[in-house]
């Protein structure tokens, strides 16, 4: 990599500026693959990190999941637009029209609606998946169905239920024969007990500006299908070498067909808002001219990004261990595709100025179970506040303290921007009822209903 130096820089620096104990990032390009590693595992237990040093992926494990959804259509075992009680008779949620019409492929592309972060204990049995399933019953809709783009674990619970019907094997085996194995995948894992037989990251909190362990670590049987593999960023990067490839392994084997991986990247449900699309779990965004699909996974403490470039034969994946991973990986990628794929970045968007009602409209409460977000007005600035209502990765664990109350400013007619706090940089957007008012906020991809009163 020219610049080499540079960019070794540029993560010393975002390291401290984030207090991300390690990283362990790839890069993938015409030339092969390139790996860059700093820090610790475990600021308690510190082992060096390396490219081979395993990290929860988190929600990356989505990808992986919707393979073995379209692939076992292709096969002929499922129909990815037949409703899901097709396949899980017993399937509901509260709202009877969302149960019995729901379909396969509306889980792959978060367009269900029901409440999505679910995290709740079903157990380490071979029924914790059934028992999650049923557990279901009691989701409300956050909007109907097919209305409106809005993050699902839940809908990957079910696929990974999907799965083990189909296959007949846990989720976490079907995952192994399907895919890990074909592809050689040899450092990804779900299972706690094996995982821990490796060199892991764990994640990392800041509390009183002091970097400390957090946990817990392991997530739920019944979530592994929606983000439970730990993987080093040498499988990843040879999962994005998969893709990029239509489906060969690194020895030429065309372990799944070209239409299948083709398919994998068609756009199915326009998120709008400037936002791009979703495809079947992939999201479909244009980055400087060029498509770009890309994912990302937290879990506690652990963030990471992962994205493919294929005009460019480009792909990079970055691991952390630090809550604020997410602005260390964004630095990352934003110096990657200007130096590497010579993307120069889009130029900032004319300022905006809201109307008196625009502001007016967007002061209130939106909820959702997990959490609630308040905008208010302060002076002349709208202020905002993070409050948890529940814990991750289970119902058990306890919900993180509110935030301290941050700016954002209306950066268009239907979007707003966080200036500072936690989740600063980020964006979200105005989702409208169909008789024109403001219904949901949609923040950090989920949709927040507007309460009324």
Known sequence: ???????????????????????????????????????????????????????????????????????????????????????????????????????????????????????????????????????????????PINFSFSYNNSSFALAGAIIEKITGKPFEDALVDMLFEPLGMQNSLIRAGEVMLRSFAVGHSVEDDQVQVAGPWPLPKAMYAAGAVAASAGDMLTFAQFYLDGGKTADGVQAIPKEVMAQMWQPQFEIGHGEGSVAHSWFVEDTGGHTAYRHGGATVGQLSAFKLIPSKNFAFVSLTNGQMGTHFNNAIEAWLIENVCDIKPDAEPAPFNPSDAMVAELVGIYSRPIMDLEIKLEGNKLIAQIRAKQGFPTENDPPRPPTPWFEVKMISTDAFKALEGPVNGSQSQLIRRPDGTLGWVRFGSRLNIKQVG
């Not at 494990?61 to 899980?88: C, E, F, N, Y």
């Not at 379909?103 to 592309?109: D, G, N, P």
């Open 1 to 143: 990599m020219e610049k080499k130096a540079e960019f070794e820089q540029l993560i010393a620096e975002k390291m401290a500026e984030f207090n991300v104990p390690g990283v362990s990032i790839g890069v993938l390009t015409a030339d092969g693959p390139e790996y860059f590693t700093a820090g610790v595992t475990n600021i308690d237990h510190p082992l060096p990190v390396t490219a081979d040093t395993l990290f929860q992926v988190g929600s990356n494990t989505k990808l992986m999941t919707a393979t073995l959804i379209v692939l076992l259509a292709h096969q002929g075992k499922i129909d990815l637009d037949a409703p899901i009680r097709s396949v899980l008779p017993d399937f509901r949620v509260q709202d009877e029209t969302a149960s019995t019409t729901a379909t396969i492929r509306q889980l792959l592309t978060h367009s269900a609606g029901w409440v999505g972060d679910h995290f709740i204990e079903t157990g380490s049995g071979d029924d914790a998946l059934d028992r999650y399933v049923s557990s279901m019953a009691q989701l409300p809709q956050l909007a």
